[in-house]
């Protein structure tokens, strides 16, 4: 069996993606103001929501590490997902996230993502990771500017103009 570590925050618990997870998961994927600014930027059925989560267990399997669940940690209600990432033709170790709708604007992404960034940096011995935001989604940048992140270019990527911001290692001479 896969150990995927359980971090815990203030307020967070991210956990290993699970199947009692998929309802929730799969309803977030299938809203568009959810995927508007990933990968196509349109919403999943729900095959298609259960490959992506297969997809996002796999990548701990093979890279070690990988996307979280997001839980509220006093009721355990998932709220979404954040993480590391960095299949395949990815311009470098990625740290994303994405929240249910009633769970965006309460600084829960900075929060996860805070911690994401602290297991890539100190348990992975990552000297940088970098956030690829899409240059219409304001908000991402906003949580990417919380968790100290720069602006480094813009790159096309999937076909889109993308927002590279990135993170470097709190010690790092940078």
């Known amino acids: 069996m896969l150990e995927i570590p359980v971090l815990i925050t203030e307020r967070l ?4 993606l699970s199947e009692r997870h998929f ?3 799969s309803a977030m994927l299938a809203d568009a103001s959810s995927t508007r600014f990933v990968g196509d930027g349109q919403p999943l059925d729900r095959m298609n929501a259960w490959r992506s989560m297969a997809m996002l267990i796999g990548h701990w399997a093979l890279r070690g ?3 979280w669940a997001v839980e509220l940690k006093e009721s355990g209600e998932f709220i ?3 993480g590391l990432h960095n299949p395949e033709g990815w311009p470098d170790l990625e740290l994303g996230w994405m929240l249910r709708p009633e769970h965006r604007h309460h600084g829960y992404a900075t929060e996860a993502g805070r ?4 297991y890539a940096f100190n348990r992975l011995g990552a000297e940088r990771a970098i956030s690829l935001i899409r240059a219409e989604n304001t908000e991402s940048e906003r949580v990417a500017r919380r968790l100290g992140g720069r602006q480094s270019t813009t790159i096309d990527f999937l076909g889109s103009a993308t ?4 993170y470097h290692r709190p010690d790092s001479p940078n």
């Open 13 to 16: 618990r991210l956990t290993a």
């Open 23 to 25: 309802e929730l998961y």
């Open 65 to 67: 590490y990988g996307m």
């Open 80 to 82: 979404g997902r954040v």
């Open 115 to 118: 911690a994401a960034l602290a």
């Open 163 to 166: 927002l590279v911001y990135t």
